[in-house]
């Protein structure tokens, strides 16, 4: 159980980068894959609620008294605009740009993003990490155990190449070969030549 409480605290500080990892020793049948995911789900998206109150209690006042956050709000109402109008789409696919996520997920709180909506979009690039995460790092396992079965039949195959030219210089093997296939005589001639 050590190791799960380890992989919760890792989730927690990192998020979805501890998750690739503590996937990868699932798939080894270090862990159990079930566990890992259920463990992603629920802590980042108690983490998600985390930070949204966050922001939404604790530094929205805090943000907004800040007089360059008003200047700067001010100088750029393109940004707030593209911020109001898109801010359920920057939510979704912050999931997916790592180190952007917490950032977003307060600023979704100190400007109010609608609670349920906010959460809708976290559930679904949740889902989304927790299926496809398992899915390629299985798919990539496979692939390089392919690739490492290649090479040790490459290996096998120069191993005995090596072999073979070595016992051919060495024990003068390539005469008694081609005496054998060609029917030469030990002076080099054929049947043919010493009969006539």
Same mark, same amino acid.
């Given at each position: 159980?050590?190791?799960?409480? /380890?992989?919760?605290?890792?989730?927690?500080?990192?998020?979805?980068?501890? +998750?690739?990892?503590?996937?990868?020793?699932?798939?080894?049948?270090? !862990?159990? $894959?079930?566990?890992?995911?259920? %463990?992603?789900? /629920?802590?980042?998206?108690?983490?998600?609620?985390?930070?949204? +109150? /966050?922001?939404?209690? *604790?530094?929205?006042?805090?943000?907004?008294? $800040?007089? +360059?956050? #008003?200047?700067? #709000?001010?100088?750029?109402? &393109?940004?707030?605009?593209?911020?109001?109008?898109?801010?359920?789409?920057?939510?979704?696919?912050?999931?997916?740009?790592?180190?952007?996520?917490?950032?977003?997920?307060?600023?979704? *709180?100190?400007?109010?993003?609608?609670?349920?909506?906010?959460?809708?979009?976290?559930? !679904?690039?949740? %889902?989304?990490?927790?299926?496809?995460?398992?899915?390629?790092?299985?798919?990539?396992?496979?692939?390089?155990?392919?690739?490492?079965?290649?090479?040790?039949?490459?290996?096998?195959?120069? @191993? $005995?190449?090596? %072999?073979?030219? +070595? @016992?051919?210089?060495?024990? #003068?093997?390539? #005469? @008694?070969?081609?005496?054998? !296939? $060609? *029917?030469?005589?030990? &002076?080099?001639?054929?049947? *043919?030549?010493?009969?006539?």
């Amino acid at each position: 159980m050590l190791e799960y409480a /380890l992989i919760t605290v890792g989730i927690i500080a990192l998020g979805d980068a501890a +998750f690739v990892p503590a996937v990868y020793l699932a798939l080894q049948g270090h !862990l159990n $894959l079930g566990i890992i995911i259920l %463990i992603s789900f /629920l802590v980042s998206n108690i983490m998600d609620i985390w930070w949204y +109150f /966050l922001g939404t209690k *604790g530094l929205q006042r805090v943000f907004k008294s $800040l007089p +360059f956050i #008003e200047k700067w #709000e001010k100088k750029h109402p &393109e940004l707030m605009a593209m911020f109001t109008k898109h801010q359920l789409k920057i939510v979704f696919w912050s999931r997916f740009l790592h180190g952007s996520g917490v950032s977003i997920m307060v600023l979704s *709180g100190i400007y109010k993003v609608p609670f349920k909506k906010y959460m809708l979009m976290n559930l !679904l690039s949740s %889902i989304i990490v927790i299926v496809s995460v398992p899915l390629v790092i299985f798919l990539a396992k496979q692939g390089a155990d392919a690739v490492f079965y290649k090479i040790h039949i490459a290996e096998a195959i120069i @191993a $005995l190449g090596v %072999i073979l030219i +070595f @016992a051919f210089s060495q024990f #003068e093997i390539k #005469e @008694a070969v081609t005496r054998f !296939l $060609l *029917g030469k005589g030990k &002076e080099g001639d054929t049947e *043919g030549d010493r009969n006539v």
